[in-house]
C-alpha cells in the first residue's frame, strides 16, 4: 500500500500561484511514476501533470502547459505541481496518484494509490 497526503491547496487570486504537495509513505517512492489529477464540479477527473520515476520525464495536459511544473523529490518521498498564472479553470480539487511504473499515463483508472485532494479556488 501507498498512503498519499496532499497539501497546499487553498483561495488564490487569479495569476496567481500555488504550490501543491504530495506525501507518499508505504513503499519504495521511488519505484512509482507520481501524477497529479483534477476534478471540477459535474466534470470528470482528469489528468494534469505526470512525472516518471527518477523525474526525467514530465507530462503536463495541454491547458497547463507552461504554467505548471510537477516534480519530485525522492529523498523526501514527495511529489510537487507547481502552479503559475492561474485562472478560474483552474478551480478544482486536486488529487495526487501514484502507479508501480516507469511511465504516467493519462487515464485515472491506470493509476492505482489517490490521496484525498485538496480545494484549489482561483478567484477572478
Known amino acids: 500500500q501507498v498512503q498519499l497526503v496532499e497539501s497546499g491547496g487553498g483561495l488564490v487570486q487569479a495569476g496567481g500561484s500555488l504550490r501543491l504537495s504530495c506525501a507518499a509513505s508505504?513503499?519504495?517512492?521511488?519505484?512509482?511514476?507520481m501524477g497529479w489529477f483534477r476534478q471540477a464540479p459535474g466534470k470528470e477527473r482528469e489528468f494534469v501533470a505526470g512525472?516518471?520515476?527518477?523525474?526525467?520525464?514530465?507530462y503536463y495536459t495541454d491547458s497547463v502547459k507552461g504554467r505548471f511544473t510537477i516534480s519530485r523529490d525522492n529523498a523526501k518521498n514527495t511529489a510537487y505541481l507547481q502552479m503559475n498564472s492561474l485562472n478560474a479553470e483552474d478551480t478544482a480539487v486536486y488529487y495526487c496518484?501514484?502507479?508501480?511504473?516507469?511511465?504516467?499515463?493519462?487515464?485515472?483508472?491506470?493509476?492505482?494509490?489517490w490521496g484525498q485532494g485538496t480545494q484549489v479556488i482561483v478567484s477572478s
Open positions: 496518484a501514484a502507479r508501480y511504473s516507469s511511465s504516467t499515463g493519462t487515464l485515472a483508472a491506470n493509476w492505482r494509490y
Open positions: 508505504g513503499r519504495t517512492f521511488s519505484n512509482y511514476a
Open positions: 512525472i516518471s520515476r527518477n523525474g526525467d520525464s514530465t
